[in-house]
């Protein structure tokens, strides 16, 4: 070292892959923050969510994707075009698979597409939920990555729910990145609103409280958000797919619609650092995944 000061490096990262690999787990790890939403069900990032990660060598913008999927609903199509976007505007690419599950079809293909594909920036390949598997089965299934996009840059085995090899990642990313100047402010770690954030909460609880197609066809739109005395005040809009999902939504005397309200209104205290008033409402809105207007008036025109 010749005690010179490195040269700032600042760039986008995108992450990408299949649905429910720990694209937006690994996000919030590297923030320190849930940026994004997680939850055990596939499809739960639906938008293109930044997370600004800063220090004083470099500044790194994860560009967080919708998990690429098949999907005939037009959501399902504008969510995978969100994250072909992405891919196009990021200075490198990061392919995201699960480890702990064999590869399949859809992740090979995925990655086929990517390294005959026309992007020419770098590729991170990382291998993630190494927590979940014995070690004798990563060597195999590093070299067959190895075979499958033998250009990549680079191939990072993490564990972003446990943090296990996340700063290796990151050096890795850091070494492809242009030399620059921050692109935002050293303090901001999203670029959503508050807003966002609270439709997005909202929609976590309603994922883990519901099942079968219902948190597939669920959307939360924030129809007020106003400050008051030492918190805020949030109105929400829970809106369903179909007649019939309400009450299984709201459940017995509301109980449901109350815990998902109680757990959204912590998480957000938690983030916002404020005492928060949520009330939430429930409309049907049937197939509003397929209308066009609907999908633009809650961001999700891809
Ligand atoms: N065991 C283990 N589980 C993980 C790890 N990372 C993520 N998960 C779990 O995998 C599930 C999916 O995580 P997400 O971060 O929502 O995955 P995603 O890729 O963003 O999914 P989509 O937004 O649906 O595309 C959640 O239950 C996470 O807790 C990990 O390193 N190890
Ligand atoms: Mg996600």
């Not at 060598?57 to 098949?70: E, M």
């Not at 996340?166 to 402010?185: F, G, K, N, Q, T």
């Not at 409280?209 to 005040?233: L, W």
Request: with cysteine.
């Amino acid at each position: 070292m010749t005690g010179e000061q490195q040269a700032y490096r600042c760039g986008k990262v995108a992450l990408l892959g299949r649905p429910n690999v720990g694209k937006s787990t690994l996000m919030n790890r590297v923030i320190g923050a849930k940026v994004a939403i997680v939850t055990p069900k596939p499809q739960t990032t639906r938008h293109r969510i930044l997370g600004i990660y800063t220090d004083e060598r470099r500044q790194i913008v994860f560009v967080d994707t919708p998990g690429i999927h098949k999907g005939k609903r037009q959501l399902n199509r504008n969510m995978v075009r969100v994250a072909y976007a992405a891919a196009e505007e990021a200075d490198v690419l990061v392919l995201m698979q699960d480890a702990s599950k064999p590869m399949d079809r859809g992740t090979r293909m995925l990655i086929e597409r990517f390294a005959r594909g026309q992007l020419a920036q770098p590729r991170i390949h990382v291998l993630n939920k190494i927590d979940a598997i014995a070690r004798a089965r990563l060597l195999p299934r590093l070299a067959e990555l190895q075979r499958l996009d033998p250009e990549a840059v680079a191939f990072v085995p993490v564990s972003a729910r446990k943090g296990t090899k996340v700063d290796a990642l990151l050096e890795e990313i850091s070494r492809r990145l242009p030399v620059a100047p921050r692109m935002y402010d050293a303090d901001w770690f999203t670029d959503q609103s508050q807003r966002q954030l609270a439709a997005e909460y909202v929609r976590e609880q309603v994922f883990l409280a519901m099942h079968q197609e219902i948190p597939f066809q669920t959307a939360v739109d924030v129809e007020g958000f106003r400050e008051q005395g030492d918190g805020v005040e949030i109105d929400a809009v829970i809106l369903v797919g179909s007649e019939r999902h309400k009450p299984m939504l709201i459940g017995r005397g509301g109980e449901r619609l109350k815990a998902i309200g109680r757990r959204a209104r912590l998480g957000l205290e938690e983030l916002l650092g404020c005492h928060v008033r949520l009330h939430l409402w429930v409309k049907a809105d049937p197939e509003w995944f397929d209308k066009p207007v609907k999908l633009q008036e809650l961001g999700l025109h891809g």
